[in-house]
């Protein structure tokens, strides 16, 4: 991974290159020391962005809340339509501000603040209070069962709002009942993403889990039972 860092309209922007990952923590540093110099708008460009894994999405809200905790803001643009699920599956797509190029996210920043703003996604989702159960895919042969509620499910994933959280990449089995469509869904997942108690307040403690292996069927169901629950459609950047 490479970074790349330029001004544009007083604007600071980082162009990212390669995969971001465990060893992408210069993003942080880069972050850090933008806002601790005073350049407090700034903007993320994942553009030649290959991947974003789940150590990734922990560096990019780390990233996030430097620039916050220096009263700056934080833009990403050009985000992949894969990275933009995880930030779903993980609900971090109510917290990051998401444009679609330079010129809409830099004019952005003599708009109103990211409390006040309507987020618009790429990809249905739809905010549930669900009641989940789940236990850790090991040796076991009665592993423990643990109760959390999802918060939110596509047919990517769930967030687990939780105090019984597990460790990242940890497999785990899901079970959860969609309620209208009265339909078990079983399947396996892996923890993809932590909440930080700080820019999640109000879902913290909790997990994102994404589904693995998931059949047709069980996808459909999902995607049905969320075309038929929504309130609203997601708007697409």
Do not use: C, W
Not at 15 to 38: F, K, Q, T, Y
């Amino acid at each position: 991974m490479s970074i790349r860092i330029r001004e544009l309209s007083g604007v600071s922007i980082l162009d990212i290159d390669g995969n971001i990952d465990i060893n992408s923590a210069d993003i942080i540093e880069a972050v850090g020391l933008l806002a601790g110099r005073g350049s407090l708008n700034i903007i993320i460009n994942l553009e030649n962005v290959d991947l974003v894994d789940y150590s990734g999405l922990s560096i990019l809200a780390v990233a996030y809340k430097s620039a916050v905790n220096h009263k700056g803001r934080l833009k990403f643009i050009h985000v992949p339509l894969s990275v933009i699920e995880l930030f779903k599956v993980v609900k971090l797509d109510n917290v990051l501000e998401i444009y679609p190029d330079e010129s809409s996210a830099i004019a952005s920043f003599s708009e109103m603040p990211l409390s006040d703003l309507h987020l618009r996604r790429r990809y249905q989702r739809l905010e549930t209070h669900i009641k989940v159960s789940y236990s850790i895919i090991g040796g076991m042969k009665k592993p423990e069962i643990f109760e959390g509620v999802a918060l939110n499910i596509s047919a990517a994933g769930v967030y687990i709002y939780t105090k019984s959280i597990f460790p990242l990449n940890s497999p785990l089995n899901i079970s959860l009942t969609l309620p209208s469509a009265n339909k078990r869904i079983e399947t396996d997942g892996r923890v993809i993403y932590l909440a930080d108690k700080e820019i999640q307040p109000h879902s913290f403690p909790g997990m994102g889990v994404a589904f693995a292996h998931l059949n047709t069927k069980k996808e459909k169901l999902i995607v049905d039972f969320i075309e038929k629950n929504v309130t609203h459609r997601a708007d697409y950047l």
